[in-house]
């Protein structure tokens, strides 16, 4: 799975201004980053404290409101992995399915699983429930490997 940092910025660029907005350096900051951490899944505050090592005038403000232009333009999107911080990462137009995280309870880090398995399912549901299913979104929680093995 290398090779997702697959923004361009030149449609990046256009799509913001259609919107009136221009790709400026602290936007750019900021996209950088968030590719630059690809699987860290950040918060806005995570993202910022980022940013601001390399753009030491950003305010958080301006963060917020290009993580939110962000995800409107669908570059980047938001994950809720219940531990009540809103996450976020890039959306990876070349992956055909949303991969699945697994949430440790114990030191709360986050692991991706690329490969699908819910092929099965989601036939099932498919044909049970006459539900087209566009996309999915799974999470599993539990402990890790590294926590297992402290006990
Ligand atoms: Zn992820
Ligand atoms: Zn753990």
Redesign the pocket.
Known sequence: MEQSNTIDFNVLKEELKQKGYKLTPQRRAIVDTIIDNEGEHLTTEEIYDEVKKNCPEIGLATVYRTIILLEELGVICKLDLNDGCSRYELVRKNEGHRHHHLV?N????VIEVQDDLLDELEEEVERSYGFQILDHSVKFFG??R??QSKK
Do not use: H, L, M
């Open positions: 440790c114990e030191c709360k880090g402990i890790c590294k926590c």
